[in-house]
């Protein structure tokens, strides 16, 4: 679980972290939740014994023992779990979250916990009567193969699509990058 960097800087932060460490409680899973370097992980009050919180890990580490990400739904958290293979649960709190997220529920790669658009400026914070529906989310991401099927299918097209530095060097060569 992440909700990206910036929210350990604001107020919403702890009630946040608080609530998907609530969905997790019991949960047959080995649970990790990043908190960013904004907050001190021991504010949050008990983790639950499944769970470990550090303020920082490398997604890519990290992700390739993923069964599940939950997660704001940040465009770097999204892409990267969907280059992996992995399912999501999101949890849009502000920016392009939202739109994230209802791509991702499309197209079946994941959930998405309380969407609904929001203003530019305005933030989403989770609490006590999200710890439910966060935590069926979660089971039903886990508990069903369609969704990392499909998460599959989307990191494999993104494999075979060519790398930004494949992309580049006709451009510094001042090549052509028209097909054919």
């Known amino acids: 679980m992440t909700f990206g960097s910036v929210l350990g800087h604001l107020p919403e932060a702890t009630g946040v972290y608080q609530t998907a460490l609530e969905a997790v409680l019991g949960l047959a899973a080995r649970v990790l939740l990043t908190v960013g370097r904004g907050i001190d992980p021991g ?9 470990h919180v550090e303020q920082w890990a490398p997604q890519s580490d990290v992700l390739v023992h993923a069964a599940a990400v939950v997660c704001h739904g940040g465009s770097g958290t999204t892409f990267g779990a969907l280059s992996a293979g992995v399912p999501l649960v999101i949890c849009p709190l502000f920016a392009d979250q939202s739109m994230n997220g209802r791509v991702v529920e499309s197209g079946g790669c994941g959930l ?60 510094a060569a001042g090549g052509d990058l028209s097909p054919g």
């Open 43 to 51: 504010r949050l009050g008990p983790v639950p014994d499944n769970t």
């Open 112 to 171: 998405v916990v309380r969407a609904r658009d929001l203003a530019i400026g305005e933030l989403r914070g989770l609490g006590p009567s999200d710890v439910a529906p966060l935590r069926d989310a979660i089971e039903r991401v886990l508990g069903e193969p369609a969704y990392r099927a499909a998460a599959q299918r989307v990191a494999a097209d993104l494999a075979a699509e060519p790398t930004p530095d494949q992309l580049i060097k006709p451009l």
